[in-house]
């Protein structure tokens, strides 16, 4: 079957599964649109500038101008199914972050095993992304869990020249541009894939240890607690032990390597760090958040000694 016949054959099951995207947008709990609401100056005169609100629970995501698009929960669910249906996958789990401001679902994409002593297996799956609040365009991006500690990781697209899912395309556009962005995310999951699985072979000393608490507290170990509680507040100091606690349990067990440093990175992300007090908060900050930033800066600094 060439292209076109498959997004044919695609773009007519996605008109034939209405009941089927109504049970998973229910089950993710995005069964809610988005509505523009045109807003008014106190006395009343409309402006060209509108409120992107929740049609459920009237929260206001944004405010936008008259040629913003709404790209709906629906329609995302629709080009998920239509990439399950391509890439055999399947609907993992979605929700909400920052109160429906971003929106996302999860594929089931297979998993990956062996990894480091521990021989820790990692479950994959292809992440989409969507905003309300006039942030971005749909995004694609690995997500991974460690099942051993239920650590988890997120990476981003970021291939060149990779098509936009654009809000104001037609779904034969957007799912055109998504499964490029899964092509080009395959790829890349792959040269991640074997980079944890290189850093597994690579002895990690004290001096990774305090590099990476270092960089990502500024923290300085090797330097006294009494000195680092005069250089530093308090919170700061309470966050690099948190980290490096989480450090020293996963390395414990995963091995003195660059993975196991890397998994205490990620313990730390998922299960300590903090994370906005609501819905999906945590996963909210691993997907676009704080944390995101956390893992990204130690996986950046660890990488370079596998090269």
């Known amino acids: 079957m060439n292209t076109q016949n498959n997004i044919d054959s695609i773009l007519n099951n996605i008109e034939n599964s209405n009941a089927r995207t109504i049970e998973t947008l229910q089950a993710v709990k995005l069964d809610w649109q988005v509505k523009k609401v045109q807003l008014c100056t106190p006395d009343g005169t409309p402006v060209d500038y509108y409120a992107n609100q929740r049609s459920d629970n009237g929260t206001v995501l944004h405010v936008v101008r008259d040629t913003y698009q709404v790209f709906q929960n629906e329609e995302l669910v629709e080009l998920c199914e239509a990439m399950a ?120 000393d004290q001096k990774h240890v305090n590099e990476i608490v270092r960089q990502l507290t500024e923290v300085d170990l090797t330097q006294s607690i009494e000195a680092n509680r005069e250089k530093h507040s308090t919170r700061k100091v309470n966050i690099a032990e948190s980290l490096l606690k989480s450090i020293r349990n996963e390395m414990s067990y995963k091995g003195e390597t660059l993975w196991g440093l890397m998994s205490g990175v990620t313990h730390f992300t998922t299960h300590s760090m903090s994370a906005p007090k609501r819905d999906n908060g945590r996963m909210e900050s691993k997907l676009v958040g704080s944390a995101l930033g956390v893992d990204s800066a130690a996986f950046q600094y660890l990488e370079t000694f596998t090269l």
């Open 85 to 204: 249906q391509t890439f055999d996958y399947k609907i993992h789990k979605g929700g909400s972050l920052d109160e429906g401001r971003k929106v996302y679902i999860q594929l089931e994409s297979g998993s990956v095993s062996g990894i480091g002593e521990n021989n820790d297996k990692i479950d994959r799956y292809m992440t989409a992304l969507n905003s309300h609040d006039g942030s971005a365009s749909v995004t694609f991006g690995a997500y991974g869990l460690t099942i051993s500690c239920q650590n988890s990781f997120f990476r981003a697209a970021r291939a060149e020249g990779m098509s936009k899912i654009r809000h104001t395309s037609n779904m034969q556009q957007r799912i055109e541009a998504a499964k490029r962005q899964i092509e080009a995310i395959q790829a890349e999951e792959n040269k991640l894939y074997k980079t944890f699985f290189n850093m597994a072979e690579i002895h990690a």
